[in-house]
């Protein structure tokens, strides 16, 4: 319906007094009134002419004029059309629709071969375009082999990203559970990491508040860098520094071994300082009381040199006695004889003077017991000692030995100490067995 009527639009259609156009297959008649087309009946004297075919002319007198009508038939995109003109009886309007028609049919002539440049013109940039787009198909699928090779790609990393992540948390799971404050810091002193242990050890549980903040404060609670960092001495050699430091905590003394190491970015630039301390309190305790037992071994030795003379002392003293002890005893089996002899012959006098010697030796026996049961004491007691300080020694060894065995790492300072004091106890222990060994050959002589 609307297709005719756009095609009679582009003729001007204001010179004309009536155009009717006809849809036969929709039996809809419509008239051309104010620059559009619009509904109407058919006149009773056109509706027999509308559906003869044969019919192309028509006139009719209305009063003194004759009206004349032309009929078009027109069969468009499978749809039958009649177009109606009416006409004074000169046929005036009628040229002027003809001569339009062809005007229009011109133009529309020029207008095709213009159209038709443009086709061409068209046609050309077509094929430069399905060129381009076939290169850009090419390089479309190039491109989608190269996402679908970087998806791969991106999955894989995507994984390595996730297994990096899962073995981070459980690094960062690992350096909680140290049970040894460990933490990093940045060339300006500030907190980058910090485990549960420097948390516990600052007191503070809230790790997140520790990290943007100065190590030595945070950490140590001191007011500027600590007086044994070795940061400057990292940054030059580059290499681990290991030390011991004495800290007071609430009024508690520790003594930490302190371990500072260099973390570098991938240009081998130093970015950050990693610190761990681990509390060796007990073990420079334990060393501390084993320089004291080392002294006071060295001072009860000199004291057993001492007895082990007073013995040798009163060895001789003893055999002396002894033989004091056999003379007396012969003595006094001497005088018994002859106090039986005097007995026998009652010499008063003798006998006076025998009971006067008898009681001379039996004060000097008693010296001798006297001594004799001292010596014993004596010994005795030095024995014990002896016994004493060989079990604390061995005691002192055995202690060092188990921290020996639980250090994974010993220094060469620590080690000479630990040589030196096995040195001294085994010289000191070298020097008793040589001084049992001598009294029990003195006791085999004896």
Not at 374 to 385: A, D, L, Q, V
Request: a negative charge.
């Amino acid at each position: 319906m609307i297709d005719i009527e756009q095609l009679l639009t582009y003729i001007n259609l204001e010179e004309f007094t009536n155009i009717f156009v006809y849809h036969q297959d929709e039996h809809v008649f419509r008239y051309y009134s104010n620059g559009k087309f619009v509904n109407t009946e058919v006149p009773d004297f056109l509706k027999r002419h509308l559906l003869n075919d044969n019919t192309s002319l028509y006139l009719f007198r209305k009063n003194d004029n004759i009206l004349t009508f032309y009929f078009f038939r027109l069969h468009i995109q499978n749809k039958h059309f009649v177009v109606i003109i009416q006409d004074s009886k000169d046929g005036k309007y009628l040229n002027r629709f003809i001569s339009s028609l062809f005007e229009n049919l011109w133009e529309l002539k020029l207008g095709s071969v213009q159209l038709n440049k443009e086709i061409d013109f068209l046609r050309d940039e077509l094929n430069v375009c399905e060129k381009e787009l076939n290169e850009k198909e090419q390089e479309l699928n190039r491109l989608s082999e190269l996402l679908s090779s970087k998806e791969t790609l991106l999955e894989s990393l995507e994984e390595s990203v996730s297994i990096l992540k899962k073995s981070r948390q459980k690094m960062l799971k690992l350096i909680d559970g140290f049970n040894m404050p460990f933490f990093s810091m940045d060339i300006n002193y500030d907190l980058n990491n910090v485990n549960l242990a420097a948390g516990k050890f600052a007191g503070e549980t809230n790790l997140p508040r520790l990290v943007g903040g100065k190590c030595f404060k945070m950490i140590y609670n001191f007011p500027e860098p600590c007086k044994w960092c070795k940061y400057e001495e990292i940054k030059q050699t580059k290499s681990c520094v290991k030390q011991h430091i004495h800290y007071e905590k609430d009024g508690v003394k520790y003594v930490f071994e302190q371990s500072m190491f260099p973390i570098f970015d991938q240009d081998g630039n130093l970015i950050e300082v990693g610190e761990y301390i681990n509390d060796i309190t007990h073990q420079y305790e334990l060393l501390e009381s084993l320089k004291k037992s080392e002294q006071e071994l060295v001072q009860v030795s000199k004291k057993n040199i001492e007895s082990i003379n007073e013995i040798g002392a009163l060895k001789k003293a003893y055999e002396d006695l002894s033989n004091e002890y056999e003379k007396a005893k012969a003595k006094i089996a001497k005088l018994t004889s002859v106090l039986g002899t005097l007995v026998q012959q009652d010499t008063v006098n003798e006998l006076l003077q025998l009971r006067g010697e008898k009681k001379e030796l039996e004060i000097k026996l008693a010296k001798a017991l006297t001594i004799i049961k001292n010596f014993t004491k004596k010994h005795e007691e030095n024995e014990s000692k002896i016994e004493s300080i060989a079990k604390k020694s061995l005691y002192s060894v055995e202690r060092l030995l188990n921290i020996l065995n639980n250090k994974k790492k010993i220094d060469d300072e620590e080690l000479k100490k630990v040589f030196d004091f096995l040195s001294g106890q085994i010289l000191y222990i070298k020097q008793i067995i040589e001084k049992q060994e001598e009294k029990n050959e003195s006791k085999s002589s004896n």
